[in-house]
């Protein structure tokens, strides 16, 4: 279970870092250094006058390799919801359409467009992988679900370690007075307790 949790941010961090270093290389007119794709002309050891450009290939694959892996985990979790399972795809196709671009970037010697729409992927593939880890953090072991009394009913919150009330995506009661937690057989109080409060309310 922990491990889609991990592959999502360090997909995450390491995507960040891809980012800067592109905004850096945008800035410094670096863009061109390392004319050939995909490897620079002195192949994979990195040199010095190539470096900038290699960490940002090297960034680019490593990303490519754990977004796949998170959404290959996505998959096979059977706790997983659709939810995380339609954002780490299209955080896949992304890094795909965004490579590819990056390659297209080099051959057509940073056309102001390509640019343009390598900065615009790559913002689109942020903000999928930044809600795939949001999704799998929030994702609850099916044991521990069993352990908290959910194996199934409890308002809709489907795999989300929520309280058995209220907004299922945050755990928030509906009301909005607080959270909630869920904690064994009080499950069952605690929906009365909610759908109690939303009459009131
Ligand atoms: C997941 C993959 C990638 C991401 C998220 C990414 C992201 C970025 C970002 C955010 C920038 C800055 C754009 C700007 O400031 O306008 C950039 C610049 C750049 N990227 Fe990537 N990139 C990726 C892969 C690649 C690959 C594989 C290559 C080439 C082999 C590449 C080549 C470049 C180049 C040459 C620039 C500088 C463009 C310029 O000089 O204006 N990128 N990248």
């Not at 892996?69 to 955080?91: E, W």
């Not at 010697?109 to 593939?125: D, E, F, M, Q, S």
């Not at 809600?131 to 409890?154: D, I």
Request: charged share 15%; net charge positive; aromatic share 6%.
């Amino acid at each position: 279970m922990a491990a889609i949790k991990y592959l999502a941010l360090s997909s995450m961090i390491v995507l960040y870092s891809l980012m800067f270093l592109g905004g850096y290389i945008s800035a410094a007119g670096l863009g061109l250094t390392c004319p050939e794709w995909p490897l620079c002309p002195d192949g994979i050891m990195p040199s010095e006058e190539y470096l900038i450009e290699w960490i940002h290939r090297l960034a680019a694959a490593t990303t490519g390799a754990l977004v796949v892996a998170t959404m290959i985990a996505g998959f096979l979790h059977k706790g997983a919801d659709a939810k995380i399972r339609v954002t780490s795809s299209l955080a896949t196709v992304f890094v795909i359409v965004q490579i590819t671009l990056g390659a297209l970037v080099i051959d057509l010697k940073l056309h102001a467009v390509l640019v343009a729409i390598h900065l615009g992927i790559g913002i689109l593939l942020f903000a999928m992988v930044l809600l795939t880890t949001l999704f799998a953090f929030r994702l609850q072991s099916p044991a521990k679900a069993v352990a908290h009394g959910r194996s199934g009913g409890g308002g809709g919150g489907g795999d989300y370690g929520t309280g058995g009330s209220g907004d299922s995506s945050s755990g928030v009661s509906r009301n909005g007075r607080g959270r909630r937690r869920n904690s064994g057989s009080g499950g069952a109080k605690m929906m009365q307790d909610a759908a109690t409060a939303d009459v009131a309310h």
